[in-house]
């Protein structure tokens, strides 16, 4: 059966694609949609033309299985262009997400209409890339240049309704809306149609909102470069004519499609699609999940809770003694406030994720909990105890999980009923923002286990990522060679802040000496003590220096830096100068691109490790641990990709 078919009701003609999963653009959609403008141009039988898609969304995007292809005719904006030149107006008619080629498709039409959960964008920029059908081009002279310029240099999608508000969309449907749509076309049809978006003018701007808009989007994009093309593309669209526009936006189109920065991104982009499904789980079931307990109410435990809310599921928080349940309690209506003071939870929703927490110190309330996160304090005899209670009150099916960031998972289960219910899952802080969980089975794990932890991830939008056991797992054990390697280049005289320019200039939102200064450096220097109380040969380093000295970062108003009250911005400082002073041994002189290199191969290197113990399945494991888990720049690729390349340049 062909992908694009042909309808009629009456002299509305109803065009669908149905190319699953999400209706792609591969070639013969593009050629079966070229081939019906020709056969409904040459039919006078039809007066309109709705353009819908079958299945679960509207035209999702390119068909990424040709990414990596020399592009096949019939182009994309040739055939955005016949639509909209078409002798019949086209309709579109989307539901679920008209998103890149499928929005410049929709574009090409005179309306578009949407259900009122549907989405569009142009989400190119995520890809290393512009729009290439025209995006640029027709969504300043739709909906005016500020509302492309968020659209197309952000890549986030919007709404229907927002979109109805911006002007993207014509008419958000409710009911049925292929019905809708055919009512809409015969209505609008006695009216006057409204011109082609390439026959009308384009809007302006002045050369002031352009620079205020660069300036703003180089800030954000910390060296990403599709962003601020994007951005060059709509200003060009709006200076000059349409056909010269669209020939600049192709141009830019296909010179980020050969670039490094799409590449890596395309590398993340296919990492991330089969994190969630590893094969050796295929047929496996993973176990209902109703509901969840989180052991500890702290900085996890709360942010654990939170997460699991905004997935929907009832969580009973349990902790030590009253006051601590209601810490923990406070700790959760803190994460909802802040949530709905940056506008991504409105009041009756964090009321509503509040009420359906259960604080506690009674673990007999877990008799019927799926699911148990602990998120005690990182000590093995207080986390035993806990599953050793864990053990007594929960269903003998029920999966028991730590979020241990060090600890021996298999010591932590040691005389656990049931062991093979019993896994890792390590969170990230904050544990309702940031994406990436590890899950970390023990050899007794059974798949069941293992795939109940995958589809956790998957209800709380989490990358998954299977790590096996060592001392910080994947991401905790690059983090500690990471800031090692930092210190050995203090060491041999490299400016504590030139390493961390460095690394903001690679792409972190932050360098190692900051970043640890912000988090406390003591969590750090207490497991190195603990190692060395329990016999373990740890070599002092320049942290337990500073903080022997009581500097234990911001909250101690220094730390690798200075800080005035109030103040987040780190000020060299000369007390760690004195400090660490006798240890340093100047080395030769290295500039900001060979400290990156520097620090990005030793992740790497401590990945290469990791991966042949493996501790990690594969490279892009580790990849998206470092992205998703510790702000490594997307645009970059990750580590292992990073090196692969054999990227000695950091551009
Ligand atoms: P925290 O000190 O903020 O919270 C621990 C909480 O556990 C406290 O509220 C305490 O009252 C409670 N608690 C202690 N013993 C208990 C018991 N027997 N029953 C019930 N509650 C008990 O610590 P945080 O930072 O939340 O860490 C918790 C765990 O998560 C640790 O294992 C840590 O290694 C791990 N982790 C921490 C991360 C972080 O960035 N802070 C990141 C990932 C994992």
Redesign the pocket.
């Known amino acids: 059966m062909s992908v694009v078919t042909i309808a009629r009701e009456g002299n509305i003609a109803v065009v669908t694609i149905d190319n699953p999963p999400v209706n792609a653009l591969s070639q013969a959609v593009r050629q079966g949609l070229l081939d019906a403008v020709t056969a409904l141009d040459g039919d006078p039988d039809v007066s309109a033309v709705v353009l819908a898609c079958a299945g679960r969304t509207f035209i999702a995007g390119a068909d990424v299985s040709e990414f990596d292809k020399p592009p096949q005719p019939p182009h994309l904006p040739d055939v955005v262009s016949a639509i909209e030149l078409a002798a019949k107006p086209w309709i579109a008619a989307i539901h679920g997400s008209a998103l890149g080629g499928g929005f410049e498709v929709a574009l090409g039409c005179r309306f578009r209409l949407a259900t009122v959960d549907a989405s569009v964008g142009l989400p190119e920029v995520t890809l290393g890339l512009v729009p290439g059908a025209g995006g640029t081009v027709r969504t300043p002279r739709l909906a005016g240049v500020e509302a492309a310029v968020d659209l197309v240099t952000t890549g986030k999608p919007v709404r229907a309704p927002r979109g109805l508000e911006l002007g993207l969309i014509d008419s958000v449907v409710e009911g049925d809306l292929r019905t809708a749509a055919i009512a809409f076309a015969r209505e609008r049809l006695v009216g006057p149609l409204p011109q082609p978006l390439s026959l009308r003018p384009a809007p302006t701007a002045p050369d002031a909102f352009w620079t205020e808009a660069e300036a703003a989007i180089a800030k954000r994009a910390k060296g990403e470069v599709a962003p601020l093309k994007a951005l060059a593309c709509l200003r060009r669209a709006t200076e000059a004519d349409f056909a010269a526009a669209m020939q600049f936006e192709r141009a830019t189109f296909l010179e980020l499609r050969a670039s490094s920065q799409a590449a890596a991104l395309r590398h993340v982009f296919f990492a991330e699609r089969a994190a969630p499904r590893p094969a050796a789980l295929s047929g496996v079931q993973a176990l209902p999940l109703r509901n969840a307990a989180v052991?500890?109410?702290?900085?996890?435990?709360a942010g654990i809770a939170a997460a699991l809310r905004d997935a929907g599921l009832p969580v009973i928080l349990?902790?030590?003694d009253n006051a601590?349940v209601e810490?923990?309690i406070a700790n959760l209506k803190d994460i909802f406030a802040s949530a709905v003071k940056r506008g991504r939870l409105t009041e009756a929703s964090a009321e509503a994720r509040l009420a359906g927490v259960l604080g506690s110190t009674d673990y007999a309330m877990l008799a019927d909990t799926d699911l148990v996160i602990e998120?005690?304090?990182?000590e093995l005899s207080?986390k035993r105890?806990?599953f050793a209670r864990l053990g007594r009150v929960c269903r003998p099916d029920a999966v028991l999980a730590t979020?241990?960031?060090?600890l021996d998972p298999r010591a932590i289960a040691e005389g656990l009923p049931n062991p093979g219910r019993f896994i890792g899952l390590?969170?990230?802080?904050p544990a309702n923002v940031m994406k990436l969980l590890e899950i970390v089975p023990t050899p007794q794990t059974t798949d069941t286990t293992l795939a109940t932890g995958f589809a956790l991830s998957r209800m709380l939008g989490k990358v998954p990522v299977r790590a096996g056991i060592c001392e910080g797992f994947i991401g905790n054990r690059i983090l500690k060679r990471y800031r090692a390697e930092a210190e050995a280049l203090v060491r041999q005289g490299v400016a504590i802040a030139a390493v961390d320019a460095a690394m903001r200039g690679y792409g972190f939102a932050m360098g190692p000496f900051e970043a640890q200064d912000l988090g406390g450096l003591d969590i750090a220097f207490l497991q190195r003590e603990g190692a060395r109380a329990a016999g373990q040969d740890v070599p002092e380093t320049l942290g337990d220096i500073l903080v022997r000295a009581g500097r234990k970062g911001q909250k101690t108003g220094g730390g690798w830096y200075d800080y005035k009250p109030g103040d987040r911005r780190p000020v060299p400082s000369d007390e760690v100068t004195r400090l660490l002073g006798a240890l340093i041994e100047p080395g030769p002189a290295l500039n900001a691109e060979a400290i990156a290199v520097h620090l990005v191969g030793a992740m790497a290197r401590e990945g290469e490790a990791i991966l042949a113990e493996g501790i990690a399945e594969k490279a892009s494991d580790i990849d998206l641990v470092e992205i998703h888990g510790y702000g490594f720049p997307r645009w970059r690729g990750g580590p292992m990709f990073h090196a692969a390349k054999g990227a000695g340049s950091s551009s």
Do not use: D
């Not at 979020?403 to 060090?406: D, G, H, L, R, V």
């Open positions: 052991i500890g109410g702290g900085t996890m435990g349990i902790e030590r601590a810490r923990g998120a005690v304090f990182e207080v105890q806990v979020n241990t960031s060090y390590h969170f990230f802080s």
